[in-house]
């Protein structure tokens, strides 16, 4: 389970000075992280339409010829934003903790990804991905920059490591891994704007699921 599941916005912190010439690698990073960390703060104050690349080089203080030379467009530069904090939600430690039974490890999954999707920055950063990528034909897209694909493609793979120990010798994986992220998805849709749930309420749910799966095994 996460540590902390509260919005963590990112800061700015000191505006980056530019130089003569040529940055160095030093230079180029913090160049990125200021930009990163003023598209973040602006992105959740001013929403995806709100948010204009001449206000986020601003806040980065970096020129605007800099940052449309690392990120030519506002979705491009989302989409990097979004990377960097997927990255934070599913930091790669926690799998340090978790069980080598299928059954452990789905209830573990399961319960972080909905304490997680019930989060107050998620559900924020789920607004933008919507607003950015609004076309029905955009969904994998959505999918994608959210980490929902990588989450998928991550229960396949536990599937099909440490089901067998278990004795359960799954056909098709990645359909198992999605039918689990959509009643999971599902659910956590159903919560809306209210608070997030407890960790009584991930529990609970979560294993639910996770049993219903197991108990259908012999379908896999």
Known sequence: M??????RPASAGAAFTPRRGRPT????????NAILAAATE???????????????????????STLYKRFPDKRTLLRA?????????????????LSDDIEQRLKQHAVW?????????V?????????????????????????YTDM??????????????????AKDPERVALALMAMLAGWAGMSGAGPELS????????????DLLLNGSAAW
């Open 81 to 97: 934003v979004l990377k960097e904090r997927v990255a934070t939600w599913a930091p790669p430690e926690r799998d340090a903790h």
């Open 113 to 121: 990804m909905l304490t997680q999707a019930t989060s107050s920055e």
């Open 42 to 64: 602006i992105f959740l104050s001013a929403d995806y339409e709100g948010a204009s690349m001449e206000a986020i080089a601003a806040r980065a203080g970096v020129p605007k």
């Open 199 to 210: 960790d009584a309420e991930a529990m609970t749910f979560a294993h639910t699921a996770v």
């Open 25 to 32: 690698a030093d230079q180029a990073a913090a160049i990125a």
């Open 123 to 147: 559900r924020a950063f789920l607004g933008l991905v919507a607003s950015a990528w609004k076309d029905p034909a955009e969904a994998p897209s959505r999918r994608d920059v959210i980490g």
């Open 152 to 169: 998928a493609n991550r229960l396949a793979e536990e599937i099909r490591a440490f089901g067998p120990k278990r004795g359960i010798h």
């Open 2 to 7: 996460p540590a902390t599941r509260k919005a």
